[in-house]
């Protein structure tokens, strides 16, 4: 018999990429985690993990049996959602992730909206960034996420995730009131080309988004400030140090003297609801995005 606790050891190996992140995830000690990883092989009469460098990578055995823990981990989760199932009803705790802008203008609402309509429902928010949202769900410590669409999450086709289109999120040209383009409904990015730029801080996943529509309009941005929140570029752009491209589900501080142009070829990023495997079909987070898809439109618009 295969101890499924030893099986979810080497699936968190597998999701952290490494011994130490999987053993501190999972609040044991690396040594603990080796040996669980190493009593599985002895189980199974196979080699799980071999030298690579200064760590270890997975052997062809270990991710034939990643695929079988997957489908495991999905049956029981599906089994634990038969068992709480209340006759089709959301009830219990909705453990609900997400970016900051998603959290203020779509979370919360959605949060509102579910405790007047299904009162023993009750729903807990964490504002976290991306990688923690997929982190969270491994770990099976939140239900739902609604997260960024990044070269860096993992792949649509990853069976430990099912990843939902929620809505394509534009972005705005963001410039100083006085600015010649602040009169303009529309205009084409590459009107901005010759300005100062402020951009993600480089480890920012927006920030790909940002290069990337500048350079499909034909040019490479003089960055010349970088910020982590949206607020601190809209104050920056306040002060006359240069434009930005911020999303439009970012609230921004009210009576800056700053003005968003829409920007023609719709430079967007794509927001998704994401749970673990077969999470879609639980009456709770349906519920929940139902409602996160009456609210996409108006707020985008």
Do not use: K
Request: proline residues 9%; contains cysteine; charged residues 20%.
């Amino acid at each position: 018999m295969i101890d499924l606790r030893r099986l979810h050891v080497l699936r968190a190996v597998s999701h952290y990429g490494t011994v130490t992140a999987a053993a501190r995830a999972l609040r044991f000690t690396p040594s603990a985690a080796s040996q669980q990883i190493r009593q599985l092989a002895r189980d199974l009469d196979v080699v799980l993990l071999e030298p690579q460098g200064r760590g270890v990578r997975l052997t062809p055995a270990a991710e034939s049996l990643l695929a079988h823990a997957d489908a495991i981990q999905a049956r029981w989760d599906q089994a634990e959602q038969d068992l709480r199932a209340d006759h089709g009803a959301p009830a219990g705790p909705l453990r609900v992730t997400g970016l900051a802008s998603a959290v203020s203008v779509l979370l919360a609402p959605m949060a509102a909206r579910l405790g007047e309509r299904h009162p023993r429902l009750s729903v807990r928010i964490e504002e976290v960034g991306v990688p923690q949202s997929f982190d969270l769900l491994f770990e099976g410590a939140a239900d739902l996420a609604v997260v960024e669409s990044t070269p860096f999450n993992p792949p649509l086709s990853d069976a430990r995730f099912d990843q939902q289109p929620l809505l394509d999120e534009p972005f705005d040209l963001v410039v100083p009131a006085g600015h010649p383009l602040a009169g303009a409904g529309r205009t084409d990015l590459a009107e901005a080309a010759r300005e100062p730029w402020i951009a993600p801080v480089p480890e920012s996943p927006c920030r790909s988004h940002v290069m990337s529509a500048c350079g499909a309009a034909g040019f490479a941005p003089d960055v010349v400030h970088h910020a982590l929140d949206w607020n601190v570029t809209a104050h920056l752009i306040a002060h006359g140090l240069g434009v930005a491209l911020i999303p439009r589900l970012a609230r921004l501080t009210p009576d800056l003297p700053i003005t968003r142009v829409r920007c023609a070829g719709n430079p967007h990023r794509r927001l998704l609801t994401c749970t673990r495997s077969g999470g879609h079909a639980r009456p709770a987070v349906a519920a929940a995005v139902r409602e996160l898809r009456s609210l996409a439109p108006a707020a985008v618009a």
